[in-house]
């Protein structure tokens, strides 16, 4: 998903500048939202001049790529460094899913920018969970192998897990219903029911 | 979530033109995004009179609301259908996801349509699984009664199997991944993951 056309830049002061239009990409796209956001609202926002952006970026569509390719690459490390220090799979499980939620937590902007690729360009959301989806599985067929875990069909599990971690996430940051505050005991219902199972 | 302010139509010319224009705003809506959609659009392609919207529908966030409560309250019967004939809550849980994943297939502009309400006011998209909870935790919560579940918290369990049901909903629908067109695979694995976990 990373877009080619766009080089992080090297110096000091083009860095800073790629950021500041980066970051107001992220609040206008988050507020109104893509389509109403223009590339002139984008830099003033960010306090360039408007030629500025092209330096940069060859388009907002290209911008927008990045950000979301930034998501998906920071929620993936942002977990991948909670989930290293875990021995087992069920241990990797839960601190990644808490990991995941605490990060949708600290980027409420996340969800509204990662589900607008459906109404922008519907293969950069179907690409987004497909690459997700495919490093879940590397993980669960790993599991399997070494017999922590259920000869369940991997691909179906991910999207399970990815599932409930979104929902749970969506939950938590919209605060949908009640007890949103207390993200252990959250966690701790996960992970009773996909230890477990529902039922009696 | 219903709109009060729209009274549906009672003869049958009327109903037809209601119907028209609603069936026009669903397929624009998918293809071009709410935002993207005009009353005039709509109009055109429903084949009416421009002025003849308004006979029917306040405002063009009066129409997305109806077909939000509609989509809402359909999904709820056709699932609530299947269930219906089902006397465990295991049997209840595996008929009413199997029945979401068939009405989401035959209605691809579903996720769009209710997503989009994220983007258009935050509040409707809150209400729309908000809601849906609380009718997934009354059900949960006669289950855990009548000895048939485990004592989890219900409000955490509904986001859970929301969040499983939607996503695989999604993967069906969007063909993320393989192997999609077998159902009912699909929905066996769902089952062994919520009677048993996915741990040995």
Redesign the interface.
Same mark, same amino acid.
């Given at each position: 998903m990373q877009d080619h056309s766009i080089e992080t830049p090297t110096t000091r002061n083009a860095k800073n500048t790629f950021e500041v239009i980066e970051k107001a990409a992220i609040k206008l796209f988050y507020k109104r939202?893509y389509?109403?956001t223009t590339v002139k609202d984008i830099t003033a926002e960010a306090g360039v001049a408007a030629g500025t952006f092209y330096l940069y970026f060859p388009s907002k569509i290209a911008l927008y790529k990045h950000i979301l390719s930034n998501f998906s690459h920071n929620i993936r490390k942002h977990i991948a460094e909670q989930v290293r220090s875990k021995d087992t799979?069920?241990e990797k499980e839960r601190a990644g899913i808490k990991a995941f939620i605490y990060y949708a937590q600290k980027n409420p902007e996340m969800?509204?920018i990662i589900? #607008?690729s459906?109404?922008i360009d519907?293969a950069l959301?179907?690409d987004y969970?497909?690459s997700f989806?495919?490093r879940y599985v590397n993980g669960l067929e790993a599991a399997k192998q070494n017999?922590?875990?259920?000869p369940?069909?991997s691909?179906?599990?991910? &999207?399970?897990l990815?599932?409930?971690?979104? &929902?749970?996430g969506?939950?938590v940051v919209?605060?949908?219903?009640?007890?949103n505050t207390d993200v252990d005991?959250?966690v701790d219902?996960?992970m #009773?029911?996909?230890?477990?199972?529902? &039922?009696?």
């Open positions: 939202g389509h109403g799979r069920i969800y509204n589900w #607008e459906l109404y519907r959301f179907k969970y497909e989806a495919v017999g922590e875990m259920r369940l069909d691909e179906v599990v991910s &999207f399970i990815m599932g409930i971690t979104n &929902f749970i969506l939950k919209f605060d949908l219903g009640e007890n005991h959250i219902v996960i #009773e029911v996909i230890k477990h199972g529902l &039922f009696k």
